[in-house]
């Protein structure tokens, strides 16, 4: 197991209000080596607090995540720095997951700037021009402009690059199709698997789009309010849904 | 068709006024700014005295002259500090835990609910008269402004996915602060200073009306119109000439920050 997180549990405080508010209640899930976990529900059912949570960038209320078996919480600053390389996301809308004052080489550079600070400037370059050219980018045209310039299909392939070059482990594309019409959606889907067949990334993947998730996913998992109502093999949760919900997602998503 | 930004141009109007009387003051001064001709008191505009004298015979021009240095040194260097601190204080609030957060911002709350001239008056009664101090205590009451100013854009900026991508591949807080979130703030940073000059020549001027700022017999466009109030009905150019520049570099360094603004909201989304 690669990534793992057990019981997680995440509450908000509430103004006004004694009850908290909970996010996730009592969630778990493992991601094996080169895996695809598909995780599907309603907007607010949790997935993306979920996802956050798995990738260290939120802390939950109880519970503990694991990486290569290592709880995170408990890391020595190295092992952070290796988890945190290690596992790197692909947001919803690719717009404005870049900084719209840089250019896309400043973007594309400043991970490598950060995870490996002695590496030289052409190493660099070359790097991110290898990266470009596999996710269907021409380097030329592309790196001294702003992501204004770019369409959203092409901004969610710069945005796949970036979260390449630090050589992952897992990626998480939460919603990473969502923000593009139907046909792009097909090209990333297929892009994102070809990418995982040349390199072994496992990844999580999450959407509210069922029919989306099963070509991609090796397992699926349905989340509803902050619980898992249904959990396995991609094939036998679409063929024999167990639960009602997932039931309705499957029926709704081929209308 | 493009609606004209009738703040701006006016504003660089103005402010380019006060910066030339400003730069004029170095390179053409009549008289010295105490230089006293007791047998032209109250003189009328002449081509002696440009604008006449005041109840001591001197020069008014050449006061205003040299009344433009204290207004844009004081005001300049207490925005500056005031930024920076003001800055500082903004995003150490905004991203520390949350009880640092709270008793930063109640403080800077506190501070913002202190009438600014009164804070003002008050520490430079304790710090003791002077430009020096004067600045410090302008800076102290524009330090609030900006930290609330730049707290909120932060926050709002911490929202932000490409602040959140930016995390997930391990760039440090300061490295998010400087790379991420100041260039975005520094446009409306700047729009903050300009109206802010214009408040600190207000009331370094105002201060040394109350005789706290700069001293007799320095030249200050306040301590002008303080010392002009007594011979307002003998002499009323001596009011009116400091009042009028007052007013053009207040009203001049406002309208540059509202015409900034608008240049700013213009700004198409990044679309």
């Known amino acids: 197991m690669i990534l793992e997180a057990k019981n997680i549990t995440k509450e908000y405080k509430v103004r006004g209000r004694k009850e908290p508010f909970v996010a996730l209640n009592n969630v778990s899930f493992s991601l094996g080596e080169g895996e695809v976990l598909g995780i599907v529900g309603e907007s607010g059912s949790g997935k993306t607090t979920l996802s956050e949570i798995a990738g260290g960038l939120r802390k939950p209320t109880r519970g503990s995540v694991l990486f290569q078996g290592k709880d995170i919480s408990e890391m020595k600053k190295d092992e952070w720095r290796e ?3 290690s596992v790197q996301f692909i947001f919803q809308s690719p717009k404005e997951s870049m900084n719209p004052y840089y250019t896309i080489r400043s973007i594309l550079s400043e991970p490598l700037t950060i995870n490996f600070p002695s590496m030289s400037k052409s ?9 470009l050219v596999r996710v269907g980018m021409d380097p030329e045209t592309t790196l001294s402009f702003r992501p204004s310039h770019f369409s959203g299909g092409q901004m969610q392939r710069i945005a796949i690059a970036r979260a390449l070059l630090l050589e992952p482990k897992v990626i998480v ?5 969502s923000a593009l019409d139907v046909s792009l959606e097909a090209q990333i889907i297929n892009l994102l698997s070809s990418l995982k067949k040349e390199t072994g990334v496992s990844m999580v993947f999450i959407s509210h789009d069922i029919s989306l998730v099963r070509y991609i996913s090796d397992r699926i ?3 509803k309010d902050g619980v898992v109502v249904e959990e396995g093999e ?5 063929s024999e849904p167990k639960h009602e919900y997932t039931k309705t997602l499957i029926e709704t998503s081929f209308l | 068709m493009k609606k004209k930004n009738f703040s701006l141009i006016l504003g660089v109007f103005f402010v380019a006024i006060v910066i030339f009387l400003f730069l004029l003051s170095f390179v053409y001064l009549p008289y010295s700014v105490d230089q006293m001709d007791t047998k032209n008191r109250f003189s009328p505009p002449s081509s002696s005295h440009l604008l006449g004298t005041d109840q001591f015979g001197r020069d008014i021009f050449s006061r205003i002259l040299v009344s433009t240095r204290s207004a844009l040194a004081v005001s300049t260097s207490s925005v500056l500090m005031g930024t920076v601190f003001g800055l500082l204080l903004g995003a150490l609030a905004a991203l520390s835990p949350h009880f640092i957060e709270s008793i930063l911002m109640r403080f800077v709350d506190a501070m913002m609910a202190f009438p600014g001239i009164l804070s003002a008056m008050v520490l430079s009664a304790v ?4 430009v020096m101090n004067a600045s410090i205590a302008i800076a102290f009451f524009m330090v ?10 932060i926050l709002e900026s911490k929202k932000k996915e490409y602040i959140k991508a930016a995390k997930s591949y391990g760039a440090s807080t300061p490295r998010l602060f400087i790379f991420h979130m100041l ?15 214009g408040a600190a020549i207000l009331t370094e001027s105002s201060l040394s009306f109350l005789g706290l700022g700069i001293q007799p017999p320095g030249a200050s466009l306040g301590l002008m119109l303080s010392e002009a109030k007594g011979y307002i009905l003998i002499q009323p150019y001596q009011a009116l000439w400091p009042g009028v520049v007052l007013s053009i570099a207040v009203l001049g360094f406002s309208l540059l920050g509202d015409g900034i603004n608008e240049i700013i909201k213009g700004e198409p989304d990044y679309e």
């Open chain 2, 183 to 197: 260039p975005e703030m520094f446009t409306r940073l700047i729009t903050q200073l300009s109206s802010s000059i």
């Open chain 2, 144 to 153: 609030p402004v900006f930290a609330r100013l730049s707290y909120s854009m």
């Open chain 1, 123 to 131: 190493e660099k370059e070359d790097r991110i021009k290898d990266m």
């Open chain 1, 221 to 223: 998992m349905v989340m």
């Open chain 1, 234 to 238: 991609t094939e036998s949760v679409m």
């Open chain 1, 173 to 177: 594309c939460d919603e990473c199709t």
């Open chain 2, 127 to 130: 710090l003791g008269k002077g």
């Open chain 1, 83 to 85: 988890y945190r390389k």
